[in-house]
């Protein structure tokens, strides 16, 4: 049965790939609510904007009576929540607006998803889902194999690992998760909470490493690698992400947490070196790109090690990547390659590439 799906954030980097892949490969009906702050974009739901099942609200997740609005014109059966703030860097330089959205917001959002709810006929009440997605960064981090004796196991994040968030964004996506997880418990609002891995693929917002570190490349610029690059992260191609999020949304079982991630643990200097690799390889220069790579200072705090297990979602739902990252990188690569009229008008914007959040 076709369902109505509230996604906020809709016009950010996942929030846009779950729009799409709702569009294009279910029959599901979908309400993107988003303010537009700097990282969203419309343009990146210029595929599937004209669907009769796609509708667009500017809303700012803050704004109370604006959300009744929207849960009254549409009556969805499932929220998707994945507006936020999210650029750790970003956090250090500016803390409160990540306290803002993160938490007021999430807040404001579930009280305006529990008066909704309440009011709902049985059988409507006893089918919705209030999905939170979030981030494996509220876990803190994890020991380094530069850490740990030779030979021994490396631990993971579980769904059961504690909290030890280490930066403004992740401390405030860790209050946020806490406070779906209240509403639950106190309220009984049938709600369920995704941690994802570090996401990359298309349409991400040039802040980030790898969309930074391609649109450097291309420019001649340097490739800034922090401290000595040796960071680790589990990345995950935002595409099979957005696949796992529908699943849970839609199969999920109320109450429960599912970690996703890709499988995919590299150093940040190998991330950057395959993506010089495949550049020389696709568009060649004089000189090899990896020539531009250049050592800064590291940011404030920053988690040496991200690591995902991804079992439960995988045992219980039977989601798995379908991309390697060898795969997902290269299909990054090509479509920034292709697809300049996009970053550019997103670098003609507010961000010009330089560095945030340095201390």
């Not at 009576?65 to 956090?91: C, G, I, Q, W």
């Not at 349409?203 to 690059?229: D, Q, R, S, T, V």
């Not at 429960?256 to 643990?265: D, P, V």
Request: charged share 25%.
């Amino acid at each position: 049965m076709s369902k109505t799906i509230l996604v906020t954030g809709g016009a950010g980097f996942i929030g846009s790939a779950v729009v799409r892949h709702l569009i294009n490969d279910t029959d599901h009906v979908v309400i993107n609510v988003d303010k537009l702050t700097y990282a969203g974009n419309l343009e990146s739901l210029n595929t599937v904007s004209n669907s009769e099942r796609y509708h667009f609200e500017k809303v700012d997740i803050c704004d109370a009576n604006e959300l009744k609005r929207v849960f009254t014109t549409y009556r969805p059966d499932v929220v998707m929540h994945l507006a936020a703030e999210s650029h750790v860097d970003r956090s250090i330089d500016g803390p409160g607006e990540f306290i803002q959205t993160n938490i007021v917001g999430t807040y404001t959002l579930l009280e305006q998803a529990r008066a909704y709810w309440l009011a709902l006929a049985e059988d409507k009440k006893a089918g919705f889902k209030f999905h939170h997605i979030s981030t494996d960064e509220v876990y803190g981090d994890l020991p380094h194999p530069d850490e740990v004796s030779s030979g021994d196991v490396l631990p993971l994040f579980t769904e059961n690992t504690p909290y030890a968030p280490s930066s403004p964004y992740s401390a405030s996506k860790a209050s946020s998760d806490q406070l779906v997880r209240a509403w639950l418990r106190t309220y009984k609002l049938p709600t369920l909470v995704t941690n994802c891995s570090n996401n990359y693929g298309p349409y991400h917002f040039p802040e980030k490493l790898i969309p930074l570190i391609i649109l450097n490349a291309l420019a001649g610029k340097p490739l800034p690698m922090y401290g000595k690059g040796n960071q680790i992260r589990d990345w995950l191609f935002v595409e099979d992400h957005a696949r796992a999020l529908v699943l849970v949304a839609l199969q999920g079982e109320v109450g429960e947490t599912y970690n996703i991630g890709g499988h995919n643990e590299k150093q940040n200097i190998e991330v950057v070196r395959s993506i010089c690799r495949i550049l020389d390889d696709i568009k060649p220069k004089e000189g090899n790109y990896e020539d531009q790579i250049t050592y800064v200072a590291d940011r404030p705090g920053h988690d040496m090690r991200y690591a995902i297990d991804a079992s439960k979602i995988e045992r219980e739902l039977g989601w798995t990547p379908q991309e390697t990252f060898e795969s997902g990188i290269r299909k990054t690569v090509k479509w920034y390659l292709e697809n300049e009229g996009w970053w550019k008008a997103v670098l003609d914007g507010s961000y010009k590439g330089e560095r945030l959040g340095a201390g």
